[in-house]
């Protein structure tokens, strides 16, 4: 069995940040790969005026991912799904010899509870946190922790995390990076432009 974490979001654009967190949770999950899943679409992002096109933020996150053991996937756009749990549902059946956790900022951990079947997400796949400064606190108290709460496992046994029953929450902490797209974006809103030209098809990341 692989054992892969997925890091989904817009990726708008992809940076250091995304790639440093993915980096540090492969050595405490003990993971083969990671995937970022980039979304077609954000249904809570929806009425954004800055949201890049998607074919801008794939290219971002492929160039962001060189290097590393980080695949750059469009499978959701390929499934056409919108929603994190119908692509956890899909997703075994599509790789059956995989073990997926689902990996997410503590920024993420404060609105869960606003995801569609988020507590099925939660018997779904273990779900690892990184803390974030900034968002800790209202995470810990969102009302998403207060049902999960009960099942969080210690973060030393985080490299077990195959073996756990679901529902099972770890918290990470790293060192933090202070990248933020959001200040990207505001630095240069025309981002997005330099990956916009036609790029060839065919890449093993573009069939995940």
Known sequence: MKRVGLLGGSFNPAHSGHRYVSLQAMRALGLDEIWWLVSPGNPLKEDRDDMAPFAARLASARKMAKHAPIRVS?????????????????????????RFIWLMGADNLEGFHR????????????????????????????????????????????KNWTRWRLPALVLLRFRPDPTSATRLRAADPAWHRQFLPSRKPGTDSEKL
């Open 115 to 158: 995801w569609r079947g988020w507590r099925q997400i939660a018997r779904q796949v273990p779900i690892a946190v990184v803390a974030r400064p900034g968002y800790d606190a209202n995470a810990h108290a969102s009302p998403a922790m207060s049902w999960l709460r009960r099942f969080v496992r210690p973060a030393g046994q985080a």
């Open 74 to 98: 469009a499978v959701e756009k390929r499934l056409g799904t919108r929603y994190t749990v119908d692509t956890l549902t899909k997703l075994p059946r599509l790789y059956p010899r995989h």
